[in-house]
Nanobody, 125 residues
Framework: QVQLVESGGGLVQAGGSLRLSCVAS????????MGWFRQAPGKERRFVAA????????MYADSVKGRFTISRDNAKNTVYLQMNSLNAEDTAVYYC??????????????????WGQGTQVTVSS
């Protein structure tokens, strides 16, 4: 069982930056593929970014490429999402997700077994 706790959300002006963090419980964090998803009001949950267990492979949604960076610190059981050049379309609840040694389907919410409670990101224009 893995528990995930996100933090770092908030209100930011368009063009600004935020860094989200997600701390995971457990001793085998480096074996988990970690992902970030987001859900805007009235919309389905959508993939944002994912990173392999050792951090050697990353994947991004086209809408955030070049603006967002996912990273992880396995010594701290933490995954990060650095978000730059934010715009109103980035407004959503952001969720951290984990799955054990997943190598494919990173952009599919159903692939991930563990989820955090979410953190709200609001970008004002």
């Amino acid at each position: 069982q893995v528990q995930l706790v996100e933090s770092g959300g908030g209100l930011v002006q368009a063009g600004g930056s935020l860094r989200l963090s997600c701390v995971a419980s457990g001793r085998t964090f480096s074996r988990y593929t970690m992902g970030w998803f987001r859900q805007a009001p009235g919309k389905e949950r959508r993939f944002v970014a994912a990173i392999s267990g050792r951090g050697t492979r990353t994947m991004y949604a086209d809408s955030v490429k070049g603006r967002f960076t996912i990273s992880r610190d396995n010594a701290k059981n933490t995954v990060y999402l650095q978000m730059n050049s934010l715009n109103a379309e980035d407004t959503a609840v952001y969720y951290c997700a984990a799955d054990y040694e997943t190598s494919t389907g990173w952009d599919l919410p159903l692939r991930f077994d563990y989820w955090g409670q979410g953190t709200q990101v609001t970008v004002s224009s």
